[in-house]
């Protein structure tokens, strides 16, 4: 079956501009994720949503980022005002039901470089 | 999360075994095993997680210490595929966000 996807599969971007990251999950996956990952560093959590839950937004690191889960399914992030320190990989994950012991299916990601 | 420990760099020969261990001296009773890889510019790939027991599938086995302090990734006939870092986390079950240390970049060499 298909998998995460994730568009686009890069993104260069200036300084100060605004950038939209869009994340497909598995179809039925109630439970989506977002992190990055600069270059040789591990995964930081961003963003968490969970059916209609509140998202956790706890990983977000200032206010320049937002994330919108529509419908339960697709779900974009969303960069304001973007930094050099910006540039990472944008990763998306999936799972079944709330993380409780369940792995996490992995998009890509999305090569973000802000000049 | 509790901290794990994991050599830097293994390189194994194809169609060997890999054995990737990692220590977890700290783990929690409610804390599973998890392990994940990473190819080269591609997302994270789960392989295997467990609690008390040792488990198998179709990507790799799990073998954990009875006190539950280390265990150690098998993958059983190694191939240049399987080369990409490799992680591995002690993670409750009520746990969302995944953390990943450094890992073990695993090399398979022909």
């Known amino acids: 079956g298909a998998g995460v996807s994730q568009s686009p599969s890069n993104k260069v971007t200036e300084k100060g501009k605004d950038v939209e990251l869009r994340c497909d999950p598995i179809?039925?996956?109630?439970?989506l994720y977002w992190y990055r990952q600069s270059l040789g560093q591990g995964l930081e959590f961003l963003i968490y949503f969970q059916g209609n839950s509140a998202p956790d937004k706890s990983g977000l690191p200032s206010d320049r980022f937002s994330a919108e889960r529509t419908g339960g399914s697709v779900s974009t992030l969303t960069i304001q005002r973007t930094q050099q320190e910006d540039s990472a990989v944008y990763l998306c994950?999936?799972?079944?039901?709330?993380?409780?012991?369940?792995?996490?299916?992995f998009g890509p990601g999305t090569r973000l470089t802000v000049l | 999360d509790a901290k794990t420990t994991q050599p830097t760099s293994m390189d194994c020969a194809e169609g060997r075994a890999a054995n990737l261990p990692c220590n977890h001296s700290t783990i929690s009773g409610n804390e599973y095993v998890y392990w994940y890889r990473q190819i080269h510019s591609q997302g994270p790939q789960y392989i295997i997680h467990?609690?008390?027991n040792n488990e198998t599938n179709e990507m790799a086995s799990l073998i954990i210490t009875e006190d539950r302090k280390s265990s150690t990734l098998i993958l059983p006939h190694a191939t240049l595929r399987d080369t990409a870092v490799y992680y591995c986390i002690a993670r409750s079950g009520s746990a969302r966000q995944l953390t990943f240390g450094s890992g073990t970049q695993l090399t398979v060499l022909p």
């Open positions: 179809s039925g996956h109630t439970a």
């Open positions: 994950a999936s799972s079944p039901i709330a993380g409780d012991y369940n792995e996490q299916f």
């Open positions: 467990g609690l008390k």
